[in-house]
């Protein structure tokens, strides 16, 4: 018997806005599906057989690959194209589950598209509900109980995604997982709800196993978690000695981070061996993600001159460890108004920032975000395909919906006619996702 993965279409932010291909001069960046379907199909029973499609390069309702089982993993962008998967497949007389961080979080609302749901963890159910479809038994909710000891679970099944490639998309880098959960409750995160507040670490083997994969295909990978981690008694020193390994491998893995994730807070409080520990393990940018902490909400949304004068800071010091700052920003917090994006446009200009991504703030369900703003009557379109941070879908605290949009389409249109003008020498060689 076969099971078919599926990892439903998502429109990005120059799909929802095509006039973003006139204003950015990079290649469009297309991102490898997440490893929620490597991880649970290297769960899967010996006796099925386990194939893989990407929505995005081969849409599944215009040529349907045969299967016994379809099991279709996304998160809330994808969802209402998962939705329309699921009902195809249906009425075409298919079995269809539905997993991942959107079901986990909204089961009730895809129901009516499948078979059946998991609900977090898939690992720990998966097998299961293998089973229980051999023998004709499928349930209508399979639900994680707690989250899966890292230490028994397979390395990802990640050939799935690198064999595809043959037929479809070449991506620039994969994912690398070396924990999961997090103690924090940031507002717009939905990791704590779907894998716990307790930080687990994945055994080193398993990373290096799954590092090697891709270095088998020459192909760069990223580490899938955000940096807060760092902040995490303990956890800062494991990280310091997964950069030691990798550097002492570059020379025989042959492969390396394309980059790392990161906050402002997390960079000004690193310490100055650490930058030259993230160089020496080839790794020669961070993804710099704003909006989500004091200083770049103080900075950029009150005007706080003391924040402000962090984020400077923070950008100097990775220019001067010569890790380049990939910075994203986030627009349309309660604390954002119409000077907002004259401050962002500023300061861009003002660090020489030289690669940027702009991004208006969405609450996913699940996240203490949506919750607050449900509660509040402020989410005015449900529209799941709208969560994919280039759609307002809530009412903002400072300013209409109007005025945020077209500030968001400003930031970009503005930011690379900056570049443009002062940067004429390696733009070309940009790839960003938009």
Not at 183 to 211: D, E, H, N, Q, Y
Not at 333 to 339: F, I, T, V
Not at 359 to 379: C, F, H, M, N, S
Request: proline content about 6%.
């Amino acid at each position: 018997m076969k099971i078919l993965f599926v990892y439903p279409a998502f429109e990005r932010h120059s799909q929802s806005h095509p006039e973003l291909r006139t204003y950015v001069p990079c290649n469009e960046y297309i991102g490898p599906p997440s490893l929620g379907i490597a991880s649970v199909a290297a769960c899967t029973p010996a006796c099925f057989e386990v194939g893989f499609v990407d929505d995005r390069v081969h849409r599944v309702t215009e040529r349907l690959p045969e299967a016994d089982l379809y099991a279709l993993s996304f998160f809330t962008p994808a969802a209402t194209r998962a939705m329309e998967i699921g009902a195809f497949l249906k009425e075409q007389g298919k079995t269809v589950v539905m997993g991942g961080i959107f079901p986990s979080m909204m089961p009730h609302e895809v129901m009516p598209y499948c078979h059946s749901v998991v609900i977090g963890e898939g690992e720990l159910v998966w097998p299961r509900l293998c089973e229980d479809f051999l023998h004709g038994s499928l349930k209508n909710l399979y639900q994680a109980d707690g989250c899966a000891d890292l230490d028994k679970l397979p390395p990802p099944r990640v050939d799935l995604y690198l064999d595809a490639e043959a037929s479809g998309v070449v991506h620039d880098d994969y994912p690398l997982q070396i924990s999961r959960g997090c103690p924090f409750t940031c507002s717009a995160c939905v990791v704590p709800a779907t894998m716990g507040k307790k930080l687990r670490f994945f055994p080193r083997k398993t990373v290096w196993r799954t590092l090697e994969s891709y270095a088998a295909k020459g192909k760069l990978c990223s580490l899938t978690e955000d940096t807060s981690f760092m902040f995490v008694s303990g956890a800062r020193r494991r990280f310091r000695s997964f950069l030691k390994e990798l550097s002492e491998r570059r020379g025989t893995i042959g492969s390396r981070l394309s980059y790392v994730g990161a906050s402002m807070p997390l960079l000004l409080n690193l310490e100055k061996e650490v930058f030259n520990e993230v160089r020496s393990a080839g790794i020669d940018r961070f993804y710099l993600v704003g909006g989500f902490d004091p200083v770049t909400r103080g900075a950029f949304g009150e005007g706080d001159p003391g924040a402000m004068t962090k984020a400077e800071e923070c950008i100097a010091k990775c220019q001067d460890a010569g890790v380049d700052p990939y910075t994203s920003f986030l627009v349309g917090n309660d604390e954002d108004d119409e000077g907002t994006f004259d401050r962002i446009l500023e300061f861009c200009l003002r660090c020489n920032i030289r690669i940027a991504e702009f991004a208006i703030a969405t609450p996913y369900p699940g996240t203490p975000r949506w919750k607050e703003l449900v509660a509040q009557d402020r989410v005015f379109d449900r529209t799941w395909k709208h969560y994919n941070d280039a759609n307002v879908v809530f009412r903002p605290a400072k300013m209409s919906p109007e005025q945020l949009l077209e500030g968001y389409l400003r930031l970009w249109r503005e930011f690379y006619a900056q570049r443009k003008e002062h940067d004429r020498t390696d733009r070309e060689k940009w790839t960003i996702q938009f």
